[in-house]
């Protein structure tokens, strides 16, 4: 099974290191409108759950990513961006699980 999700994702600040280092991290969307966009796709087809990712995007860029969340994420004006992510198991409420360390 492939399932596909609706994330907020922003660029987060990882620490110092090296001149300074960010991860991404998204958030699981509960507004009933783009909770509404996600689905899943029985089997293994990864190029049909690709397809179907692309087309939400497009929806997403035309209707949510408006204004500030135009923005790419590498901007440092963005205020985060929707994005549609394609997992091979139920969406898990945030990425990543825990937050990523400097090794």
Known sequence: MKSIAVYFVQRLFGGPEEGSWYYD??????????????????????????????????????????????????SVLSTGRYEAHIFDAWPPPCFPESRPTYE
Not at 28 to 42: K, M, W
Not at 51 to 67: C, F, P, V
Request: charged share 30%; glycine share 10%; with cysteine.
């Open 25 to 74: 991290s998204g958030d699981l969307c509960t507004e009933p409108d783009l909770v509404s966009l996600g689905v899943t796709i029985p089997g293994e087809d990864f190029g049909r759950a690709r397809d179907k990712a692309s087309e939400i995007q497009i929806l997403l860029d035309r209707d949510w990513n408006i204004g500030d969340h135009a923005r790419p994420l590498h």
